[in-house]
């Protein structure tokens, strides 16, 4: 009876996949999103994963890692890994992979150690996997390189992301219609030349459309999300209500508008110009939301350095990073899937943001702030390029708000108004929108891309320091998180705790902590071994 039930317990295991993963963090668990969208695929998928060759201990646990989150993703979809090694490529596959990997946008990662005797290495690894569904191909980004930010802290994050980019990559690739996007124009809004690069970041999850409202109350209602990108003109009260009732309706908002309005040629051709506030009259609205755009110009000693020229022969210019407060780096929040592991954001002449009221419905995060050593200036006031001095004494605040997301319920700003006079397909105006979300940025240009060449650039790349900032991932994370359905976006505040060796301690204990772990195993294997012999000398001497 015995023989049967451990054969029926083996061939039970062999059929039935079960689990328990009892660590702190829960790293070897998938989250209840990815697995349902991994049993919704309905063909193979093909993991091809580069992470291979001679790799340090820290890329080995990144490799690792991603394997062993494949291997989970195994048992709820059909997925084949395979693993390349490129330095086992001949000459003519590097070639083409180096061909395919520059047609991506993808650059090979160079890692510099250096050994106790001073010798230094270089080593070329390519953290990177291509996945490939239905004809279907995308790439994965394996390694985070936020700035500012250690190797082993930068891994670390690569490992908590590991699951939301294969879930991501296989979600873009299984989309059969995707939703729609629409970029506002019609009140001076950035042209699509200056967001052509969000815009073909989101075209792998979105259908991305351009244009401008109409009388027509309900047109927006299409689509997933609207993003009105850095105006410059005054909204029209027929404008506000078919906003308005878009969101009211559950619609996703994405504003990107400044507190603050100057001349960018007269700042070019003269050095200052003057800056005042900017009205689009849309302020009764957001405050209606609980947002206030202040008309004030953000500044910090934490920003962005420009070439200047401090020669002084004209003939023979000689230029030096100086700071230039007027385009802070804005910090990251940690506790926002939007944010989360992404490097610092520039923005340029940007304002500051204050929430108004308290409304239980409605759940308020920051998710963009200046550093410490911050100043907000009230406006009217002069921006001076040739006035590069700065008063540290003048910068005494910290953390001021430039981007925040709001989730809930919002209070129409029409509640006992008449439709404006214009719109038709009126039904009944909403005064309680459903349960939605919305994000507001006090900085337009965060979205704008610089051209080269009459080709965009990426949104966030500083061409004199030649640094590339977070300001792509910061918009295209928001649409996502705005327009998440499936919950995915979720995935990116998954936290595994980084548990590092103190090296200095370990260094000068080395040999203590060798002889432990090479003597005590032994001593303990001979004190068993004789406690052993001892009892059974005594048991059998009295036999």
Known sequence: ?????VVSVNVAVQWAFWRVDITADKRHSLSTATCQLLKQTDDKIEVRLYLSGDLNSGFLKLKKAAQETLAEMQQYADIKIIEQDVNKFSRQ??????QTLAEHALVPTAIYERDKQGKTSQTIVYPYAAIRYKNKERWVVLLQNQRGVSGAENLNKSIENLEYNFAQTIHSLSITKHSKVAFLEGHG??????????????????????????NQADCLNDFAAVIIADPQLKFSEQDKYVLDQYLMGGGKLMWLINGVQFSKDVLTQNGYTPAVALDLNVSDMLFRYGIRVNPKLVTSLHCLSVPVDVSQNPDIPQYEPMSWVYAPLLETSYNSAVTRNISPVIATFASDIDFVGED?????????????YSRAIGVPAEVDLTDLSVQADLFTNAYLPVAVSEEGSFQSLFTHRMAPEGIVNVSKTKTQSAITKQIIVAAGNVIRNELQQGRPLPAGYDRYSRMQFGNRDFVVNSVLWLTDDEGLISLRQKEMPLRLLNEKALEKKLLLYQCISTLLPLIL???????????????????
């Open 360 to 372: 239980d419905n409605i759940n308020r995060t920051i998710l963009l702030a200046t550093a410490d």
């Open 189 to 214: 809004e950035l042209s699509e030349q200056y967001t052509m690069d969000v815009q073909q970041a989101l075209s792998e999850w979105f259908d991305v459309y351009r244009g401008s409202i109409t």
């Open 1 to 5: 009876m015995s023989i049967i039930f």
């Open 93 to 98: 596959e590097q070639d083409k992979f180096a």
């Open 525 to 543: 294997l001979a004190v068993t071994a004789g406690v052993i012999l001892l009892i059974r000398k005594k048991k059998y001497s009295k036999t």
